[in-house]
Nanobody, 126 residues
């Protein structure tokens, strides 16, 4: 059974940092394009950052550019989202997902991501 599991969420003060991790079971995560997405209460799910295989290309939402970094670790078969300078508006459930549609244009459109984790809560508050 294919499964993604996120971890690393929590409560952090404005200006603080968190690193989210995404691990896989049943498949090799780094054979896929990986994306991080978030959904805040009352809002639609939105893309945060995506990374192509081997990390050759990344995409970021304008709201997180310069603050968030996405990476993958082949040795641990894990994807990461390093989040710095967190603000209250970053509060959301964060999900990782994978896109196995190789040969198609690299995208951060959540509709193109096929397998999803259950999410991890990130709360930014003083």
């Amino acid at each position: 059974q294919l499964q993604l599991v996120e971890s690393g969420g929590g409560l952090v003060q404005p200006g603080g940092s968190l690193t989210l991790s995404c691990g896989a079971s049943g498949f090799t995560l780094n054979s896929y394009r990986v994306g991080w997405f978030r959904q805040a209460p009352g809002k639609e799910r939105e893309a945060v950052a995506c990374i192509a295989r081997k990390g050759v290309t990344t995409k970021f939402a304008d709201s997180v550019k310069g603050r968030f970094t996405i990476s993958t670790d082949d040795a641990n078969d894990t994807a990461y989202l390093q989040m710095n300078s967190l603000q209250p508006e970053d509060t959301a459930i964060y999900y990782c997902a994978v896109n196995g549609r190789m040969g198609t244009p690299f995208t951060c459109d959540p509709e193109r991501y096929d397998y999803w984790g259950r999410g991890t809560q990130v709360t930014v508050s003083s």
